[in-house]
């Protein structure tokens, strides 16, 4: 599998796991703003979203990626899925998870490498 290539424009990364975004937004609260998170994901060169985006079930998964254009623009967004993605689904739902990034401008990393920017790539392990 070739890797997928993380343009370098800044050398900042932000990665997030567990965002769980339909929990706040029940809440009427915004995450990102709590964390004071948006001065790191306006300057980032990617947002890694690293599982449980929601709560599930995926269909939730639209709303995340539409809730951080705010900050971040979506082909910055690199998202995969957490165990909590998958409630009320079954885990060969990746096809569909895979769809609703790309629809959204985002990637989907589920077993992907990743590089960020001219990093040497020997010695990756592939998945």
């Not at 370098?8 to 990665?15: C, D, E, S, V």
């Not at 929990?23 to 300057?43: G, V």
């Not at 401008?105 to 992907?112: D, L, N, T, W």
Request: proline fraction near 8%.
């Amino acid at each position: 599998m070739t890797p997928l290539t993380i343009p370098f424009q800044h050398g900042t990364l932000a990665i997030l796991s567990d965002l769980h975004l339909d929990s706040y937004q029940r809440l009427a609260l915004d995450p990102i703003s709590l964390l004071s998170f948006e001065e790191t994901l306006w300057n980032a060169d990617a947002l890694i979203l690293a599982g449980d985006l929601t709560n599930g079930p995926a269909r939730n998964w639209p709303g995340v990626f539409q809730h951080l254009a705010e900050y971040i623009p979506p082909d910055h967004i690199y998202a995969l899925p957490g165990n909590h993605d998958y409630y009320n689904s079954s885990l060969d739902g990746d096809a569909w998870l895979a769809e609703e990034a790309r629809k959204a401008g985002a990637h989907f990393i589920q077993k992907r490498v990743l590089l960020h920017g001219d990093c040497p790539s020997s010695g990756i392990l592939e998945p």
